[in-house]
């Protein structure tokens, strides 16, 4: 080290020195009750003590360890397994006939088109959102000539996803509606029970899956409605019920309507996959746009995660139909102030996809070809799979396969079954035999069906 160097290593100890003793002074003066100073080299030697708490262990030694979800607990033990056979026919996202994750077209076109606007920003949006992404949402599952809209009825705010926007509207209700109860299929998607209960509200239950058929249980259905208290709220899955994939007829929704409504039940629906079940967006939107014509009030939460693939992006809506532009009103300053204190504004750029979609024709129908494409590859899975176990002579009736829609098939299969096909074959699904039908592809589709196959002959 040259002198130059020397004295700046010197220089700097000293000044640390300094600034230690002065530290130590400060210290013994207004800690120490005999106002006693120690050296510096005491105060360098003296050592951390811990508190009684810490001397014991950690302050969470008692926290207990949670089960895995049982949806997302799938793709966990799929990753352990070190088979290269092994199928994940759990988890509720798109794949390719590949079995790739799908990144559409129409959205590497729209993110493309926002890196290329200089105008682009990344401020907080306001509590509500994106304001153009709520208006094009709300035309979206409402319809663009919907007299609620036109009227200036509907309260729509940006949330996380589908889930986010079931949780905002649940908080909403627990501190503003008369209700508590909000009346749930049997079954349903796992995490609905939970959302509601975390938000306030009392989760009870209507039958609506019958398992003898595997289709719609309708006269349970109206009849547990029925002996709802009136004002309940009720949920109905827009299109594509999850797990099931056993949707009401046309007819058969009109008869809800007209229940719900005679006893003044509040309809809360969950859209996850308008467009995504039949292909049209105009079919899959039918069964709210007939409650929103009869002028009543409802509302709705809206994703984006399967029918734009914008899984990872929490894009979603909720929307909330009131009876005038007044209450509406009212009804969004509420709702900022459930969201203020949950995650205070949503995220920018999912919504902006979103917009940059909904807003150009050109990108727009570009949406719509690709969304029916992934729409049709699920229906052809769907109609090989039932061909695949006819050929086999599967003990059974496998109708409901090609008989219920959407991403998922309710096989039927018990929970001994579906352990021995994962034991077996190395094919996951959840305990309740719900296979995602977008992760089936023509190669591991006569796997799935040697198992359901051997699963249901020795089982």
Request: aromatic share 8%; with cysteine; charged share 20%.
């Amino acid at each position: 080290m040259d002198e130059a160097n020397m004295r700046v290593d010197r220089t700097s100890k000293s000044d640390s020195e300094r600034r230690l003793s002065t530290l130590v002074r400060h210290l013994g003066a207004s800690c120490s009750p005999s106002h006693t100073s120690i050296s510096t080299e005491q105060f360098e030697n003296s050592k951390i003590s811990l508190s009684p708490m810490a001397a014991f262990g950690s302050v969470f030694a008692n926290v207990v360890q949670a089960p895995e979800d049982p949806i997302l607990g799938v793709t966990v033990a799929y990753n352990k397994d070190l088979s290269p056979l092994k199928v994940n026919l759990g988890v509720g996202a798109y794949r390719t006939e590949e079995g790739k994750p799908l990144v559409l077209n129409v959205v590497k076109n729209a993110e493309q088109s926002l890196i290329n606007d200089p105008s682009r920003f990344k401020e907080y949006l306001p509590i509500t959102g994106l304001a153009e992404f709520n208006k094009l949402s709300a035309k979206l599952i409402f319809g663009a000539d919907s007299p609620a809209i036109q009227e200036n009825r509907v309260a729509t705010v940006q949330c996380l996803s589908g889930t986010g926007s079931l949780r905002v509207g649940g908080e909403f209700l627990a501190k503003h509606y008369h209700e508590r109860s909000i009346y749930i299929p049997v079954p349903t998607w796992g995490n609905h029970p939970k959302v509601f209960m975390m938000a306030g509200l009392k989760p009870m239950s209507y039958r609506y899956y019958d398992p003898s058929t595997r289709g719609l249980d309708f006269q349970g259905l109206v009849e547990d409605l029925s002996a709802a208290p009136e004002g309940s709220i009720v949920l109905l899955h827009a299109c594509a019920h999850n797990p099931t994939g056993v949707d009401p007829t046309p007819e058969q929704w009109e008869q809800i309507r007209q229940l719900l409504r005679a006893r003044s039940l509040l309809p809360f629906f969950d859209s996850a996959y308008q467009g995504f079940a039949s292909g049209s967006l105009d079919k899959d939107a039918h069964s709210v746009r007939l409650f929103v014509a009869d002028g009543g009030e409802l509302l709705m939460a809206q994703s984006y995660a399967k029918n734009m693939g914008l899984y990872g992006e929490r894009v979603g809506a909720l929307s909330i139909v009131c009876k005038s532009a007044d209450v509406a009103g009212k009804v969004e300053s509420q709702l900022k102030l459930v969201i203020r204190p949950m995650y205070s504004n949503p995220p920018l750029h999912g919504a902006s996809i979103v917009a940059t979609i909904l807003r150009s024709p050109e990108l727009y129908h570009e949406w719509t070809v690709e969304l029916k494409a992934m729409a049709d590859r699920i229906i052809s899975m769907r109609q090989e799979l039932f061909n695949a176990l006819q050929a086999k002579g599967t003990p059974g009736d496998w109708s409901h396969i090609i008989k219920q829609i959407g991403m998922f098939t309710f096989t039927g299969l018990n929970k001994e079954q579906v352990a021995f096909m994962t034991r077996e074959y190395h094919i996951y699904m959840t305990s309740d035999g719900r296979i995602s039908m977008a992760g089936l592809n023509s190669k591991n589709l006569p796997q799935l069906a040697d198992a359901i196959h051997a699963a249901v002959t020795t089982m």
